[in-house]
C-alpha cells in the first residue's frame, strides 16, 4: 500500500556525477516523497493529474507546500482495498510525510479490490458538441472533468466523474460515486480503457475471456 514518488533527474545527475568519481559505483537515490496510501498488500494503478489553475496552496504548521516546479499537483490511485483516492501533492504533512487525501472512494465503487484504473480529462464544451478526452498528464485552461474507469475482482466495471474544482475543497467519498456501472463480467475485470476521443465509451477485459 506505499506509493513512492521519484525524480529521475536526480538519478541521472547524481550517475553523471558518479562516473566522474574512482570506482564508478551506481548511485541510489531516495524517493522524492513516499507514503502509506491504502490498506491492503499492494496498489494496481497511479496517474498523474493535470495542475489546477485554480487552486493554491498555503504553508500552515501543520503542512507545507512543495514546489509545482517539482512536482505534479494531484495524483489519483487504485488498490487492493477496492478504493480509489486523490491525493493533493502540492501539500504535504510535516508530522506523517504524506501528502493531502481530498477524496476517497466507497462501497459504492467497488466492493474488492480494483485490478485495472484508466484516466481521462474530459474537457466540457461550451457550444454543445462531444467533448474530447486528453491524456491524464495533459493540462487545460478549460473547465473540465475527471473521468476515471475502474475494474475490480468483484467483476464489476465503473465510470466515475470527479469535478476538478469542487474536489479541491471538499473529502468526500461521494466525489467517487459512479455514474455507470456494469456486473456483465462473471470473473475479475483485469483491464479498462477509456476512448481517447468519446468520453460515453470504455472497453473492458476479463478473466472470464470476454472483453466488451
Not at 44 to 72: D, I, K, N, Q, V
Not at 93 to 121: C, E, Y
Request: contains cysteine.
Amino acid at each position: 500500500g506505499i506509493v513512492a514518488l521519484w525524480d529521475c533527474n536526480a538519478w541521472a545527475t547524481s550517475q553523471r556525477s558518479n562516473n566522474t568519481k574512482e570506482g564508478k559505483g551506481d548511485a541510489y537515490i531516495d524517493p522524492a516523497l513516499t507514503w502509506k496510501a491504502h490498506n491492503g498488500r499492494w496498489i494496481a494503478e497511479a496517474r498523474f493529474l493535470p495542475s489546477s489553475s485554480s487552486t493554491t496552496s498555503s504553508a500552515s504548521s501543520s503542512s507545507t507546500s512543495t514546489s509545482s516546479r517539482h512536482y505534479p499537483s494531484r495524483l489519483v490511485t487504485a488498490a487492493n482495498d477496492g478504493s480509489v483516492c486523490l491525493w493533493d501533492l502540492s501539500t504535504v504533512s510535516v508530522r506523517s510525510g504524506a501528502p493531502k487525501l481530498l477524496s476517497q472512494s466507497g462501497v459504492d465503487l467497488h466492493t474488492s479490490g480494483i485490478f485495472a484504473m484508466d484516466v481521462a480529462v474530459n474537457n466540457k464544451s461550451r457550444g454543445g458538441g462531444d467533448n474530447t478526452n486528453t491524456t491524464a498528464t495533459a493540462s487545460s485552461s478549460s473547465p473540465s472533468e475527471i473521468m476515471i474507469a475502474t475494474g475490480s475482482k468483484d467483476k464489476t466495471v465503473a465510470l466515475s466523474v470527479l469535478g476538478g474544482e469542487s474536489s479541491s475543497s471538499s473529502n468526500n467519498n461521494n466525489d467517487f460515486r459512479p455514474i455507470w456501472k456494469s456486473n456483465f463480467h462473471s470473473a475479475k475485470v483485469g483491464a479498462v480503457r477509456l476512448h481517447p476521443t468519446r468520453s460515453s465509451i470504455l472497453a473492458s477485459a476479463s478473466d472470464d475471456g470476454f472483453v466488451c
